[in-house]
């Protein structure tokens, strides 16, 4: 499975759009990425997908590069509820989604 | 739906008993994740069930943790004997499918701590 690097940490204003970025420059054509974040002390709690398409759902939007090699998410409106530490995955289908968490990005929105 | 379920939501016990952590999945999830997660390792994948069927368990540590899903509403993970370097939160996640896109469902997890 491709190896993910994210910024160990960021900060946001609240109101304004988090950009939190993903490079998985090892990822194969058969991997798709995920997001998800966990608050503190709770268990993670999915985002979103894709595999080379952007995709936006009601929490985020995912952005990927045409060469698949980095990502990013998007949280439109961040609030201090985001605040959390947002994991970039990058899994084969047929894994059994048997993901690699790594250390994340901790998101630090700020009033 | 309730979500996934784990029991007990904290337990304190000495080193050298027996724990038992329980998870009951979402109704009509057929794969069962069991985590753990600690400052120093993060969180880390213990083994996965498939129509009750254990898929994968390297990430189990050693002989002394073992898993069970006896039916698709229950699984259990043992310690025995528990060490301090066991404390850590468990958690129990499920999906809908086996393989393809399926999103994992967490529960609150289980805050254990060997004395």
């Known amino acids: 499975d491709a190896k993910t690097t994210q910024p160990p940490s960021m900060d946001c204003a609240e109101g304004r759009a988090a950009n939190l970025p993903c490079n998985h420059s090892?990822?194969?054509?058969?991997?798709?990425v995920y997001w998800y974040r966990q608050i503190h002390s709770q268990g993670p709690q999915y985002i979103i997908h894709g595999l080379k398409n952007n995709e936006t759902n009601e929490m985020a939007s995912l952005i990927i590069t045409e060469d698949r090699k980095s990502s990013t998410l998007i949280l439109p409106h961040a609030t201090l509820r985001d605040t959390a530490v947002y994991y970039c995955i990058a899994n084969p289908t047929y894994n059994f989604n048997k993901f690699y968490f790594g250390s994340g990005t901790k998101l630090n929105v700020k009033p | 739906d309730a979500g996934v379920i784990q029991s007990p939501r904290h337990e304190v016990t000495e080193m050298g008993q027996e724990v038992t952590l329980r998870c009951k999945p979402i109704?009509?999830?057929?794969?069962l994740f069991w985590y753990r997660q600690t400052m120093m390792r993060g969180l880390e994948l213990l083994i996965y069930f498939n129509n009750n069927v254990p898929i994968d368990d390297s990430g189990m540590p050693e002989d002394r943790f073992s898993a069970k899903m006896p039916n698709a509403s229950f699984s259990t993970l043992k310690i025995q004997p528990s060490e301090p370097r066991d404390s850590a939160v468990y958690f129990c996640?499920?999906?809908?499918?086996?393989?393809?896109?399926?999103?994992?469902?967490f529960g609150p997890g289980t805050r254990l701590t060997v004395l």
């Open positions: 090892t990822i194969s054509g058969n991997e798709y």
């Open positions: 109704s009509g999830h057929n794969s």
């Open positions: 996640a499920s999906s809908l499918g086996s393989g393809g896109v399926n999103e994992q469902f």
